[in-house]
């Protein structure tokens, strides 16, 4: 690999980088800020400091950026839909924020 | 309007239930079967650490149940045994909202209720209920959503199999001998909406996750208050200090914390009654002009053998039930529903809404077997073979479902 094309490869990894931890802040914003009603009165992720008992605790459920994704576009049981209140960006920073906090 | 008014749809191939029969057996736990549900889990990546009890079920015994939340906890499939009434401590708990805090039984007879809709509204304390009069009943406690976990188009919620289900005494004073001593019901009402007692978190419109239902004025003839279950005093989890038992309806009927009984005109405007808990084609949402999830329909399932057995005569055990009628006759085969054999009850009856054990000797030869069982009412319904599609995967009853894949060598 010549050493233009290493450094562009760092480049685009380090922008790739920048761009997830900005959109797992996005995420986190998302999670305790935007989401109305809150995400946190209903449930308990360490990472966001909420203790909501009403859904499954996130830290326990372990979901998936799709499960979570699914559930916060159209709802689930009890859950309501967010995908008229919250944008695609919205959706996805969260979905890959809960994902991400909650490990695998 | 029952489940049972609704159109058969084509199943699907026996050599598919099997397949998805075997698959959930060698996953080994009955509520992990999740294909592609919004929520559900996927049991391969959920496969190893089996969750603990939360602390207001400590007392349960953990090897009978599977811990899915700490609010949807299944019965073992083969923890339900032949004695008719289910143990309290491997009953399935499954929670709308998290339990209240354990002060509400602290002073159970200071529990309050408040009556509606009757000529002589009034509150009155657990106390004085048990001071109107009593009653003890059986019934089968089970979840509308008993079974969702074969419905094949991955609906959200708890993936339960046949452990969302339970044989309990209650013992209570019937609600119709509550009313009559307020006055009797209001003209004009149509439903009995019973309110659970919880407390809400703030920041939630509240109808949007409050325990209220609303059921037929009909249910008055067997609705009761109940104060104990299996003779001890209601636990917490399971509804104490008072609970709204109504014999022969899903269990989100019988209203846990029960506060208030109101006699109404129309049905709760809650979103648990008006578009949860209601029966509609898949990719439908729910709706008020929708059947709701009252009368439970005609069921049993197999409990043993589950999964291997040894060549020649064995005992075939499992439960039946015909949710408002009796159960008058359960049939089991060993090859997937070609030949069938009446079974015979186990134990005393104890009612039309309890269930009845039952048991059949059936000569296995090696090889797999396909074991379903198959019930009928006294009013002649009987188990379809196949489930009836609906977006929650709600109501499961169909025999061929419920089968088992046993290995006989």
């Known amino acids: 690999m010549s050493l233009r094309t290493l450094l562009f490869a760092v480049l685009v990894s380090a922008s790739a980088t920048v761009m997830a931890d900005e959109q797992l802040e996005l995420g986190k914003k998302v999670f305790t800020e935007q989401a109305q009603p809150s995400c946190t009165i209903c449930h308990a992720l360490n990472d966001a ?15 998936s950026a799709e499960q979570v994704r699914n559930a916060v576009k159209s709802g689930v049981g009890i859950m309501p839909a967010f995908g008229d209140s919250l944008s695609e960006q919205q959706i996805e920073a969260v979905a890959h924020y809960v994902e991400s906090v909650t490990g695998k | 309007m029952s489940i049972n008014d609704s159109p058969a749809i084509a199943s699907q191939s026996p050599a598919e239930s099997i397949q998805m029969s075997r698959r959930r057996l060698l996953l080994g736990s009955a509520g992990a079967m999740a294909s592609v549900s919004l929520l559900g889990l996927s049991p391969l990546a959920k496969a190893a650490e089996p969750k603990t009890l939360p602390d207001y079920v400590r007392w349960k015994n953990a090897n009978d149940v599977i811990v899915h939340s700490a609010n949807t906890i299944e019965t073992e499939r083969g923890a339900i045994g032949s004695g008719v ?11 709308n909202l998290p339990a209240p805090n354990a002060d509400i039984v602290a002073d159970r007879d200071a529990w309050k209720v408040t009556f509606e809709g009757v000529n002589g509204p009034q509150s009155l304390t657990l106390g004085d209920l048990k001071k109107i009069g009593v009653e003890t009943v059986t019934t089968v406690l089970q979840c509308s959503g008993n079974g969702r976990a074969y419905y094949q188009h991955g609906p959200g919620g708890t993936q339960w199999g046949t452990g969302a289900a339970g044989c309990l005494i209650w013992t209570g004073v019937p609600l119709r001998e509550v009313v009559a001593k307020l006055g009797g019901v ?21 109808k949007t996750i409050m325990v209220e239902r609303s059921i037929p004025l009909k249910a008055l003839d067997q609705a009761l208050l109940a104060w104990d279950m299996n003779d001890e005093p209601m636990p917490l989890a399971h509804g104490g200090p008072l609970r709204m038992v109504v014999p022969g309806y899903f269990g989100v009927n019988n209203v846990k914390y029960v506060d208030r009984v109101a006699f109404t005109e129309g049905q709760s ?9 209601r029966i509609r084609p898949i990719g439908e949402k729910g709706a008020p002009d929708q059947p709701s999830m009252w009368e439970m329909p005609v069921k049993s399932w197999v409990t043993a053998p589950l999964t291997t057995a040894s060549q020649g005569k064995n005992l075939v055990y499992g439960v039946a039930f015909g949710g408002m009628n009796a159960v008058s006759k359960v049939e089991v085969s060993a090859d997937g529903g070609e030949t069938w054999k009446t079974a015979r009850f186990l134990g005393p009856d104890m009612g039309r809404y309890a269930w009845r054990p039952f048991v059949v000797s059936m000569d296995l030869s090696a090889g797999d077997h396909r074991i379903v069982s198959r019930a009928t009412d006294t009013e002649g319904n009987t188990q379809p073979p196949t489930r009836t599609e609906n977006e929650r995967g709600y109501g499961n009853t169909s025999w061929k479902d419920h089968g088992v894949t046993v290995t006989v060598s």
Do not use: C, F, H, W
Not at chain 2, 85 to 95: F, Q
Not at chain 2, 186 to 206: C, F, H, Q, R
């Open chain 2, 269 to 277: 405007d809650a979103k648990i009654q008006a578009s949860g808990y």
């Open chain 1, 49 to 63: 400091g909420s203790v909501g008992e009403i859904g499954p605790n996130l830290d326990e459920l372990k979901p």
């Open chain 2, 186 to 206: 209001k003209p004009g009402m149509n439903y009995i909406t019973s309110t659970g007692g919880e407390s809400l978190p703030a920041g939630l419109d509240p």
């Open chain 2, 85 to 95: 009434v289910t143990n309290s401590d491997k009953l399935y708990v499954r929670n």
